[in-house]
DNA sequence: ACGCGGTCTGCACGGCTGTGCAGCAAACAG
DNA sequence: CTGTTTGCTGCACAGCCGTGCAGACCGCGT
């Protein structure tokens, strides 16, 4: 019994435990006297309310899981870094779900969440099955995708296709001809999108595209895909990266291993502007996307489920800017 | 009421509500028919245990706090992720409390985390306060502290006093003179500890160390220090980074800024291995610091503690490795 | 002095679960 | 066929908490 209980701290304070609860609920009817005695027996004994049990009765825990696959890699890191903050300080308390790729893994993760009551999870990445959706639904679990265009949830989407079209454009307007893209092969959502709409954008203007695509998106898969494009074919002059981190690889490769010139040979643009993007070894042209701004889209759209469960599902979308480093620049 | 009791689920099975209790409840005694009879209703109407409930009984609730700042930045982010992962393989719910530098940021956080009736908590970064260890043992909460040596915990220490000889002596063995050391202003302990090691020995062999800080341990930090180590004084030819993060803003600076050669004209050391310590555009030798093995020994110590509570503090070490890559060679 | 209103307080219940204990039926041994 | 063991089951309680409800008490007005 390591817990001190409000059993014990109502006896010290010579109250009933119905006074100390009464002590630590908001805008309930205490006596400044009573208050005072409670506080001052709980200060002694180190009581805290006990959550878990105030959760059995309201049904609810606070508990909001956030589910995510390699959550230290890139821009990944700074989304759940982002929406763990807006999560705490929205009075939420964030459960990070690192599961791997496996079905049976995110299954249970879920099975552990909707044990704990969780209010909501909020999907990162990956690729749940569709008995994932199910299940929550029939929780009645709130569930918030992040990046992915899944029907069946509340979810905020980055502009991939308005970037990707962006770029290709802005590719074109300064002379580029010869253009590439650059996506992977473990294709996330995002990842692929932005490669379809950048290809779709640049044959609309009557270009075609070199498709690489590294193992995962990564920057091991962006070496193995710029060595793709520039050991055979036509030398790509402007290429496209679903994200820095396959910028990263394939800038390395073509300076170091093909001895070509960022920009001049070839111009490259990336997605994400994770801080590497502005260190000086690469100074990418990249679309910022906002880590803070997409974590509050997602919490604001938590709160709106909560107060209407019944609402059709949104979609939130976040806009991505351009930003012009070294790496390409528009004239 | 949105979530199924075992009420209902025993309503519809035709049983009393201790039979579910015990369907789900390991190695409870049930007749083979019956829990049968109580997996069938609990799968039509999508039940599960409350384990909230479940935990408000036992006086446990499977939740460890996991507290950092910035966990989306270099190593820490490494850490947190291998950590979340070895916590949940163990059956634990990792909580990310994700605090800001503020001293009543993290006493809110703890409080929430005894609120929530957690069963430990480990600490990845920060100075908490002497009071957030008294809180802690009032309550009987393990806590675990990584990288930081706190006699009121349980905790797991890098070898970083080792390192950092063996860096200053590989360099003095590789005939390296002009010894310096780049750490940061706003010292974390293990940064701290490093660097002042690192210096106590090059003193012992009889060499002066130039000492450089950044504002934080992070790229900006390394460009700030090298660019103070090269405008002015005698120019090093070797230095010793506190972490990686530093090292790279320190050979952006070196080769873009004063157009020297890295390892020619300087040797550098990072410290942690991040996986962009390998990337092309730095090659930077270092020493090897293994996430999965740390957060195996925090996991390994709360396992201990939580058997024996009583036991005094323990403390593991992990050695790292050095990494011989491009930015220093032995020879 | 007495009645009345208002503020607190304590009781008891409800919300979920795990489990000791006693009882019951079935199985088994003699 | 009967006595005993065995294996399940249901009851009731314990573990925390919030809150409706009725009653106590205090202050105040007349």
Redesign the interface.
Known sequence: ???VSAEQVAKLAGVSRSAVSRTFTEGASVAPATREKVLKAAEEL?Y??????R??LA?Q??LVG?VAT????GFR??L???L??AL?RRGS???????GETEEELLA?Q??L????AEATVILSGSPPASFFE?AQ???QPLVVIGRSEPDADRVLAGNAEASREAADTFIAAGRRRLAVIGSRSATPSIAEREIAFVAAAEASGFVVRIAHGRDSD?DGGIIAARELFSEGERPDAIFCANDLLA??AM??IR?EFSLSVPDDVALIGFDDV??AA????DLTTFRQDPAAIAARAVMLLDRRQQNPDEPRACERVIPQIVFRKSFSRS
Chains 1, 2 share one sequence.
């Open positions: 019994m390591r817990f180190g805290h309310v006990n959550d878990l049990a959760g059995v049904n825990s606070r956030v390699k959550p230290e890699i890191a700074h759940t870094a982002a763990t903050k705490i308390i964030p459960v990070l779900i690192n599961t993760a099975k552990m909707i044990g704990h009551r299940l029939r929780n009645g920057y990263f690889g390395d490769v170091q801080p590497e260190w000086l070894s690469y």
